[in-house]
């Protein structure tokens, strides 16, 4: 149905996780768990909602871990309007 979802943290991810990388995984989570790979127009805006807070959520905890040995500090990331 869909393709894996790739763990976005540094060292896995050489660089820090993109908007676009973290949307991608919301969306592929959505569509795993509603087995949907698009909804139907009566379903469109549960669906959305869901993958902006997945995204939301997802850019919570990539900027709350800790990665230790990565030699860096995290910048936050913030959304794009």
Do not use: W
Not at 53 to 76: C, F, Q, S, V
């Amino acid at each position: 149905m869909c393709r894996s979802i790739k763990t976005l943290r540094p060292p896995v991810l050489p660089e820090e996780a993109t908007e676009d990388d973290i949307r991608a995984a919301a969306l592929q989570y959505v569509r795993k768990v509603s087995g949907f790979r698009a909804p139907a127009a009566h379903n469109r805006e549960v669906f959305d909602r869901a993958v902006d807070e997945i995204a939301e959520a997802t850019r919570a905890l990539l900027d709350g871990l800790e990665i230790r040995g990565a030699g860096h500090a995290r910048t936050p990331h913030t959304a794009e309007a």
